[in-house]
């Protein structure tokens, strides 16, 4: 399940550093096209995850997830074997899709294999080490890959893993709940998936768009609408797609406002990293992937220690510890300097991530913990959600950047404009994940730590 988890967060940054390569390859018209080839992935693992986490449920949640590494590892083989970019476009579009099987499934799984406690907890620190060191990885891999060889082994070297996972979940990976009689909440299903589609939509494409333009206002008032009514409708049916008992719950709540806090000021400041390297220091994507080693080899280390955390601290301390050590790590990256500063680079990052890290276990412990096992693949989806949504703080912070940078440019030259811009930017970050630090600290300390476990789904 973990082997799962490292797939695709190796999917997610692999994939980015091959894109001018495969533009050149395969024709691509423009760069705004080119980005689809990671939109178009990111796009159907948003919108269907609530589908089906739901549907685990009903199918079988070992059933749903080995369906999803098998779909994976598949469309991971057209992708490598594409010979136009529609045909990849559409292929990346099937791994989006089975992403959204394999993150609630794999999660609820886990959670069902080791009771809550101890045992969880440490198999959920390993869970998030390996997301990370997926990202890191890939970051490293794909700019070694398109070095060395062609683009398409970086689709061929996710077909490899998967097969070995897919073999892995087959011999291994049992069943831990009795499928469900519930009916599919279509109406659900439909306002949810177009919802988050239009979010994600609205907020990957906005800054290229223009934040003011007609269609990006369209769409995220579409997105607002459509989730809207979701509540609505979900308060009324009878079997719900997410029980909005479960969102009521101050520890579902404020867990997924702590992921949306994390994911979004880590994703974009490592994004702003990447820019860092590339635009200022100038360093090749294979040096810019070296780079992150930092920041993985942190990952690595506290996913082994928040277990020991948790069990000593409890998972409001090791919140409020994780994003104290990742403000302190972004805030200090306003020192990175326009030359060298290699080693300030390594200790920022890797204090962010050990912080990030920390904090995203500890949060998806909130979520999962004291629900009854029926719950668990719902549960499973609403913790995944936030790595997607997270992508609202990368938009916030590349404004950011961009406001900055501009006002700077008349007065100096372009490289220390956009570090002025990198700078304010994560200042900004730090800030909002010291906010996310006091108001988790205050809130969730009031939730009850003792709540009994949750009516069964199929009840």
Known sequence: MCGATFMTG??????????????????????????????????????????????????????????????????SLLAGLAPSPGLLLAARAGQGVAAAMIGPTALALMTGAFPEGPQRTRALGVNGALLSLGFVIGTIGGGL?????????????????????????????????ARSRARLDVPGALLASGGLFALVYGISTGGQAGWGSVPTLATLLAAVLLLGTFLVVEARHA?????????????VKWGMTVGLVTFGMCGGATLLLSIHMQDVLGYSPLQTGLGFLGEGL????????????????????????????QAIGTAAMMFLPPEGGLVLLLATSATMGFGHVLTVVAAITTITSGLNEADQGVAGSLAQMPTFVGAIGVAGLTAIVAARTEALAPATTKALATLGGLHTAFLVAGAVALLGAVASGVLLRRASTGQPAEPSLAA
């Open 10 to 75: 190796l999917d997610y940054s692999i994939i980015t550093v091959a894109l001018p390569e495969i533009g050149r390859e395969l024709g691509f018209s423009s760069a705004p096209a080119l980005q689809w080839v990671a939109t178009a992935c990111l796009l159907p693992t948003a919108a269907l995850m609530p589908l089906f986490g739901r549907a685990s449920d009903m199918v079988g949640r070992r059933r749903l997830f080995i369906a999803g590494v098998a779909s994976f590892t598949v469309f």
């Open 145 to 177: 890959i398109t070095s060395g060889l062609n683009w398409r082994w970086t689709m061929l070297l996710l077909f490899g893993i998967g097969v070995l996972v897919m073999l892995g979940a087959i011999a291994v990976v049992r069943e831990t709940i």
């Open 239 to 251: 079997a719900p797609l997410v029980p909005l008992r479960l969102l009521r719950r101050t520890t």
């Open 298 to 325: 942190a990952a690595l280390i506290a996913g082994t220690f928040v277990a020991r955390l948790i069990s000593s601290r409890g998972t409001v301390t090791t919140i409020v510890t994780g994003l104290t050590v």
